[in-house]
């Protein structure tokens, strides 16, 4: 009963954590097409940028934590980073 009952948070943990990864994936290539946008001035970028986390419900700063914790685990950091390679590039994250 409590290898099931383990089984079942660890699973539920690493939805979790997919989760968390797939939007970081997202922001981060919503920033990135800001950062390209020929549009938009510098001043627009910035205001740009505010918006995109405003909306994800992130600040600057939480948005560099989870930068950190990717780092942590070396592993998840490149898949991350490949699947942001990847929706950069038109392919899906």
Same mark, same amino acid.
């Given at each position: 009963?409590? @290898?099931?009952? +383990?089984? !079942?948070?660890? $699973? $539920? %943990?690493?939805?979790?954590?997919?989760?968390? =990864?797939?939007?970081? @994936?997202?922001?981060?290539? #919503?920033?990135? *097409?800001?950062g &390209?946008d =020929? @549009?938009? =001035?510098? %001043? !627009?970028?910035? %205001? #740009?940028?505010? $918006?995109?986390?405003?909306r $994800?419900?992130?600040? /600057?700063? *939480?948005?560099? %934590?989870?930068?950190?914790?990717?780092? +942590?685990? /070396?592993?998840?950091?490149?898949? @991350?980073?490949?699947?942001?390679?990847?929706?950069?590039? !038109?392919? &899906? /994250?």
């Amino acid at each position: 009963m409590t @290898v099931l009952l +383990a089984n !079942g948070c660890a $699973r $539920r %943990a690493s939805g979790k954590t997919a989760a968390a =990864d797939s939007a970081f @994936v997202r922001t981060v290539v #919503e920033l990135r *097409k800001v950062g &390209t946008d =020929d @549009v938009l =001035d510098s %001043a !627009g970028r910035a %205001a #740009e940028r505010s $918006r995109v986390l405003q909306r $994800r419900g992130l600040t /600057p700063e *939480k948005l560099e %934590a989870q930068s950190r914790a990717l780092a +942590a685990t /070396p592993a998840r950091a490149t898949a @991350v980073w490949e699947a942001i390679s990847r929706a950069t590039n !038109g392919g &899906t /994250p």
